[in-house]
């Protein structure tokens, strides 16, 4: 069990890219990190690397493809930590990648939606007692400038799937999430923010897609960095960064009646509808 003492920061997909860096650059600053991912060699390599510049880490697996193993992850947190003071929801899957065309999860959802938002929301809510006990904590979603509206009549995109479609919704709906969520938690020392961390970092993600990279992964980290510890941020809620600017998303991300329909949605994906929002 970590001690109370500790500062301790949850980044979910650290096995690569930006969350990597972001989890790395938060161990050497002295933050304990609980680094998630898929592939334990990659996650448990991390640690070591973080352990042997005198930084404190420990790896969790969960594939976020699967809505059981998301409640396992949120468990082994509880296990592992009695404080978590950061939860950067940072894993995802770009616009191609694997099979082309539609895929889903292990639970039926499309694939985009379910990995960049609905484990994330799943993983948040489970959380949010942690989180709130360890308050003044912040929640930051690393969503993207690629932002489409989410079609509330083919939400799986059974009808018309395109990758660009599945993943640019999957991100705004990271951020309608993002401002119902700090209304919610207006008042109780926990803020949420959502960013686009920069265009074209070169990651797996951008290289798979085949894009040219135009950012540093560098630029994207201190991006995240600044919405995670900034003090220029502090106390501050729901709002939308385009890298370190603060910016307005895509029209749907503001609108009530979207995000209490994906809040509704979410919550009966996830098999949350029945429980108390509140522990
Ligand atoms: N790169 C960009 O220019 C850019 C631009 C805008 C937004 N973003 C956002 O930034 C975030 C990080 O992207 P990145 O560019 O750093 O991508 P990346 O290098 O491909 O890393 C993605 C991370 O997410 C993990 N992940 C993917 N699917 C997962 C699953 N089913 N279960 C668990 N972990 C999973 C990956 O794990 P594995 O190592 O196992 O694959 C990896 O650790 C994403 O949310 C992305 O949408 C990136």
Redesign the pocket.
Known sequence: MIQRSERTALV?????????LVAAQLAADGWRVLV????RE?GEGLVREIEQRGGSAAFLA????SLDQVRGLAAAVVDATDRLDLLIN?????TVGGAPGRQTSADGHELRFA??YL?GFLLTRLLLPLVKASAPSRIVN?????QQAIDFSDVMLTRHYSGSAA?CQS?LAQILFTIDLARELAGSGVTVNAL??????N????R?SGMT?V?R?ED?AEAILNLAVGATVEGRSGLYFNVRREARANGQAYDAAAQARLRTLSLELTGLADKPLRA
Request: hydrophobic share 30%; proline share 4%.
């Open positions: 979910t997909g650290a096995t690569d890219g930006v969350g990597r998630h991912g898929r592939n990659r969960a594939d976020l493809a940072n894993a995802g899957i770009g990995v960049n484990a690393v969503s993207s400038a690629g993943y991100k686009h961390p920069s265009t074209y970092m990651t797996t993600m951008v798979q990279p950012s992964v994207g």
